[in-house]
Structure formats: C-alpha cells, structure tokens
C-alpha cells in the first residue's frame, strides 16, 4: 500500500499554522519568528516531508550541526562531557541544534549522508581514511583535541606537550627523578603529546643526551602498554599488573588522564600503598574528579568547555566563509598542585 504524501497543509493542520507560515518557513523567508520556524522544520523532518521535498533540505540544514565521538570515547565523559557542553551552549546561542552520533566503524551519520546539517564537529581521535570520506560531503569540518597529519582541518586542542613538560618539570624541581609515564601513547594524538612533552622533560633536566639514551631511562620507570582498557572495564587486576610489570618502581607515575591517575590510585590503595609517601601521581585534564579523591589529584588543567565554544565559534565561521586557510587553535594549560606528589 503507498503511503500517503505529506503536505504542507498536513504540517500546518499538525502545527496549528496557516500554509503560507509553513511555506515562509522552508523557504527560509521573513515573516515567521524563529521559534515557529525551527518547529514547522522540525515538524516537516519528522513527518518525511523533507525527504519527499528535497529543495527544503537546505534551509533544515541551516539549523542543525553534527556532532561525532567515538564510541569508546562516551564513557570518558567527565572530560568530553565539558566539551560537548561548550559545543551546546554555543551552538544553541547562534540557533543550531546538534545531532549527537557515536560511531566505532567508518559509517557515515544519516544526517550528513543525505546533508540535513551545515557542519560537523568530531570530537576526539578519528582515523584519516574516515576523516577523507566525510570531508568528501562538501560539509565544514571541525575537530577538537585531535589533530590530522594527512588531511588538512580545522582543530582546536590543548596544548598538551608543554603541559605535560611543565607538570614533569614541577617533580623533578621537587628532587624526584626516578619519574615514569603510565599510559597508551597510542590512545589518541594528546596522549601522544603527553608522553614527548614529559620525555623531553626528563632528558633536559637529566642531560640525557641521545634519544636512545633517553628512552631508555624512560622505559625503566614506565609502562606504555594499553593500560585505558583497564579504566573502561574497572579492572584493577589488570592495572595492578600493568603497573607490576614496571622494570624498576618509579618514586612518581605520570598518567596520561585524571580518570587513570584516579584509578590508578585507588587500585594501588587497595594493595597497601600510601600516596604520595610510597610513589607519587599525578593526571592530566583536571577533572572534577581530580578535586575530591585522596589525596586531590596534582593535574593540568585543560579548558573543556572554552575548548568546545571556541570549536564552535570557527566551525560557524568557516561556513559562513568557507575558503581561507585552515586554522589550529591551541589551548593553553597549566598545572594545579595538589597532594598526590
């Protein structure tokens, strides 16, 4: 049986409008407040109107931006959970709405597959080849705290090299030296970041003069494996472990993220540990997490939210001028000391 064809006399009698302030409507003209325009278009999306009468696509699109994080990437929502609200805020003051879309396989969202949205922001890690075929949609890209070397994109991320410099040089300025990396340096571009801006620390202060020489100290006191499973699955044994499997115990552990060093640490109490007089640790992102555990988590704070706003403030720039030259916005961080070292 063929369904029935939706109107625009069926929107306005479902809205209680009159057809002419359905059609101002998606035709994107005056006359209609913006509040009654957002519900005919939302209206029309729902009834399949739009999918019926694909010259209105445009005008939905307008009012609407994607929104992708991985999958895996959900349960860290202390931190993207900021920056998505960042995303929110600023988008709802400029008049969008957001379609939230996990993915774990290189699917495309139906949202941007049949472009009922005018840009897309990815949050968090996304491998080039997928990056490609998104951008092959003709839609404005964006990404936040993850950066691509193969295709060129707009990004906004922390600056997690220096911070991580920084937070390795306050242990060392403290007299610790026997000072270990814990974490997947694999785990996204930040984490990676992470680990070359405490390296780099190391072999300054400790004159470690060739790059074999400084790794080789680094991996005496560390454990480079893939320790984030662990956090996803609360599995303190297999953090215990990891953390067993370490050649020489470091008198201070850098995690990669605040939800590790947390986990990390309780994992550790629960074996007999004292922190900060039997090993120290420190994180990174400043979670709010970070403030309440024992002993509070020495960190870097990272600005989620402002990262999400600002993420969004160029996304709408560069739809509304989409040439120009690709911009990366770096965020700047800093240390918070608390009592974990």
């Not at 936040?144 to 242990?171: F, N, Q, W």
């Not at 400084?214 to 472990?241: C, H, K, P, T, W």
């Not at 590790?260 to 990174?284: C, H, N, R, S």
């Amino acid at each position: 049986m063929r369904r029935k064809r939706v109107t625009m006399k069926d929107i306005a009698e479902k809205l209680g409008l009159s057809i002419n302030a359905v059609s101002l409507a998606l035709n994107d003209r005056a006359g209609v407040g913006e509040e009654t325009r957002k519900s005919i278009l939302d209206t029309a999306e729902q009834m399949g109107y739009l999918d019926q009468s694909p010259q209105y696509i445009q005008t939905y699109s307008n009012k609407n931006i994607c929104i992708m994080l991985k999958h895996r990437f959900f349960r860290d929502f202390r931190f993207y959970g900021r920056i998505l609200l960042g995303i929110e805020e600023e988008a709802k003051k400029s008049g969008y709405d957001v379609f939230m879309n996990s993915f774990e396989k290189e699917e495309i969202p139906a949202c941007v597959e049949s472009r009922k949205v005018s840009g897309i922001v990815v949050v968090g890690k996304i491998e080039d080849s997928f990056l490609t075929r998104l951008k092959e949609y003709g839609i404005p890209v964006m990404l936040v705290d993850h950066v691509s070397l193969e295709e060129p994109t707009d990004c906004v991320t922390s600056d997690s090299r220096l911070g991580a410099y920084k937070i390795t040089s306050y242990m060392l300025s403290k007299g610790i030296t026997r000072i270990g990396y814990f974490g997947d340096i694999e785990y996204t571009p930040s984490t990676l970041d992470r680990f070359l801006g405490y390296k780099e620390a190391m072999q300054d202060y400790l004159h470690l003069g060739t790059f074999k020489e400084s790794m080789a100290y680094v991996d005496r006191f560390s454990a480079l494996g893939n320790v984030e499973d662990y956090v996803i699955n609360q599995d303190a044994e297999g953090m215990y472990e990891a953390f067993e499997k370490i050649e020489e115990k470091p008198d201070a552990l850098f995690c990669s993220n605040d939800e590790l060093a947390v986990f990390l640490m309780k994992t550790l109490q629960g074996k007999g540990y004292t922190i900060p007089e039997d090993i120290g640790i420190v994180g990174f992102d400043d979670i709010e997490l970070s403030s309440i555990v024992s002993p509070a988590l020495t960190t870097v704070h990272v600005p989620k939210k402002l990262m999400g706003q600002k993420a969004m403030q160029r996304l709408l720039h560069r739809i509304s001028h989409p040439g120009g030259d690709i911009e990366k916005v770096v965020m700047g961080v800093e240390v918070v000391e608390r009592e974990s070292v």
